[in-house]
């Protein structure tokens, strides 16, 4: 199998994303299978919500298992060396805005090929990197990260829109680099320095 | 841009939902993008499980930038005349009341429309009436209005088989106009005279 | 209409299930209409994410009324005779096993028949099986079942391994039978002797 670079930081963001699950679902004292459940859903929910809105059915994660195999890797890996993976939290971190970044990209992708409109490429992009997340909250009963944390979807929208610029500007591959740029960029700064959106 | 008397009344009904929706998230506090992202699942919530669950995918507002347009509209407006609008609470009941009557008849019509049992339909009209607002609900962390207040769904239901017998009885935009009128009125008596189902 | 021996315990599991919710939802003192939606979200929804994630829409309770009508006769019957149906807790028990077994197998056909991977299959399967009590406990505000009890989703893998391996071996009937035998007992023995998983 030849693996193209964006398939590979995909399997990297897939990697961050179940890893980040299994950890929440962890510290909540989920049994394995729960814990399984929850990453598995906050790797995939995000696809899942892209691919049932413009109906490219079955989802991805069914016609690949590439993406199950590796889930269920990431998540064996993280039980059995928890207290090892605990210590790499910056890494974890970096991975799951780099997944952010990658999976909104791959979502306004999928838009543009299905037709729709640019500012609606944006939105789905957001919902491909953001949703596995909320889901994970809510299964969690948690507030939804997206709701109350330092800048999170925004960091997709700028980079989305960074995207949808790029493309009328530079070659496919410069608008992707510079999108998961900005928005792992966006989304580390906003962590560092506590960048908030204004409540209104 | 021709607009029918339905499509109007739909773009009020979006208007109703998502100024509904921005007001909750206010009231919790959310961030600028908490607040869009709550007043735009409120609005589309109901038309876009309608669309997922009968196959019309793309679902809708990703084909129509109307809708999206009208929210962002609404939900920015909301924010910046935010002590105005608190005071027009009799009228956004009103929107919202029509808002439930007409996204019911249209979540019926596209049922038959697929070919599906009219009592099919008219759970379908009820779903696309009342889904944006169990969302809104649940990402929110409240109790579901669905579950708790006043009645709310059973109008819709009410409604949607007047339309179905109306159907049979009238032209189609009579048995739509009766529709939505005995939705608005039973939603409306139901708040104003506190009436609710039995408890079981 | 001839019903087939599967149909009949598709019938009676959705029966259970349909019950299970409309208890559920009592307990919390929902509304007349609360109940019946959470009874019809417990029996239907398993079923309906199937139909989504795989693109087999409109989802199969749209098309085929049994079910509506099953779930509806289901949930007045409990409602009127909710005294007596609680002194049947034994026999409900074993109809929702029974129902998760057959719910399971029906997933995993499904899946089979869309072409998709055995291990993806038996996914499926399990989500086929559980997803409504997960919906379920989530309208009602409780921490999702498959999360906090002994055993659950655990004995849908089971007998899906037990399915796939079956079907290798013997004919599709015994494979179907050993798979809803092997769901059953691993769930009753699992809340006899209070199997866990282990929290990690």
Known sequence: MHLSYS???????????????????????????????????TAIGGGTLRDVLIGNTPVTWMRDVT?????????????????YVKNLKVTLFLFDALGLGLFTVIGIQKGLAAGLNQGVCIAL?????????????????????????????????????????????????????LSVIVICAVRILAVKYNWKLPVV
């Open 67 to 83: 993406t199950p195999s590796v889930i269920l890797a990431a998540t064996i890996i993280t039980i059995l060396f928890k207290r």
């Open 125 to 177: 992009g957001t919902i491909t990197g953001c949703f596995g997340g909320v889901l994970r909250d809510i299964l969690l009963n948690l507030k939804p990260v997206l709701f109350h944390k330092e800048i999170y979807a925004t960091a997709c929208i700028a980079g989305g829109i960074c995207y949808i610029i790029g493309l009328s500007l530079l070659q496919q591959q410069y608008a992707e680099t």
């Open 7 to 41: 398939a590979i930081i995909e399997i990297l963001g897939t990697i961050a994303f179940a890893i980040s699950g299994a950890f929440s679902a962890m510290q909540k004292r989920l049994d394995l299978f729960g814990v399984l459940v929850i990453a598995f859903i």
